[in-house]
Nanobody, 114 residues
Framework: QVQLVESGGGLVQPGGSLRLSCAAS????????MGWYRQAPGKQRELVAT???????DYADSVKGRFTISRDNAKNTVYLQMNGLKPEDTAVYYC????????WGQGTQVTVSS
């Protein structure tokens, strides 16, 4: 049974930073393409960033230059470093793992507000 558990969300002022973590159990994350998605109230879930098993990364245009996705295979964990946060980054952030099958975490709330 694959489980993904996100942590690190919270309330932050505009311009601030947060680091989200996604810890996996029941599998070896290094074999998966990992991603972070987000869903704001009343909006569809959207892709934020992905990282392949080889370390290649890709980002949504809205977060390029501000967010960084990384993985620590020894810790079986994927991270999303978010800098320069804006109110429009407010959403529930979900961790996603793909390798033929798809797995999702439960989500962590990020609120950017003064």
């Amino acid at each position: 049974q694959v489980q993904l558990v996100e942590s690190g969300g919270g309330l932050v002022q505009p311009g601030g930073s947060l680091r989200l973590s996604c810890a996996a159990s029941g599998t070896i994350l290094s074999m998966y393409v990992m991603g972070w998605y987000r869903q704001a109230p009343g909006k569809q879930r959207e892709l934020v960033a992905t990282i392949t098993s080889g370390g290649r990364t890709d980002y949504a245009d809205s977060v390029k230059g501000r967010f960084t996705i990384s993985r620590d295979n020894a810790k079986n964990t994927v991270y999303l470093q978010m800098n320069g946060l804006k109110p429009e980054d407010t959403a529930v952030y979900y961790c996603h793992a793909e390798r033929s099958l798809h797995f999702w975490g439960q989500g962590t709330q990020v609120t950017v507000s003064s």
